[in-house]
């Protein structure tokens, strides 16, 4: 959205509704916008051309999160969590005892630790 004028500058439509935020990211030092939307993460630059989409197995459930390493994390309902780099190919994949609600953080060594309403932390390096 223009913030002088109100107008909108542009708009990217998916097939399901969006219900978790975008996550913003820079590959070349260009960035990139990536949303997630139904089974469904859509990777956008800024004028909101599709640069590419890959297909989950199940909804998402959290909200994509780009880490210092430069890859794109993101969990489904039914437990599927994905590590994806940033040309959408997967980096690894781990199948979670339950869903996944909550962003991963990644310490200074570059592990990450994704919470799981399995009542576990998982670690990942």
């Not at 996550?23 to 469904?40: C, P």
């Not at 800024?46 to 640069?51: M, T």
Request: proline share 3%; with cysteine; glycine share 10%.
């Amino acid at each position: 959205m223009n913030s002088k004028d109100g107008s909108i500058n542009w708009g990217f439509k998916t097939n399901e509704k969006i219900k978790v935020s975008p996550a913003l990211g820079s590959l070349d030092n260009i960035e990139h916008v990536y949303v997630g939307s139904g089974k469904e993460l859509f990777c956008l630059d800024l004028n909101g051309k599709l640069i590419w989409k890959f297909d989950m197995s199940s909804e998402i459930s959290v909200s994509p999160t780009v880490l210092e390493d430069n890859d794109i994390y993101i969990g489904c309902k039914g437990g599927d969590y994905f590590s994806l780099r940033r040309d959408g190919s997967v980096k690894w994949y781990w199948k979670m005892g339950a869903g996944v609600y909550a962003k991963p953080v990644m310490s200074k060594s570059q592990k990450v630790y994704v919470p799981c309403t399995d009542g576990n932390v998982y670690l990942f390096e």
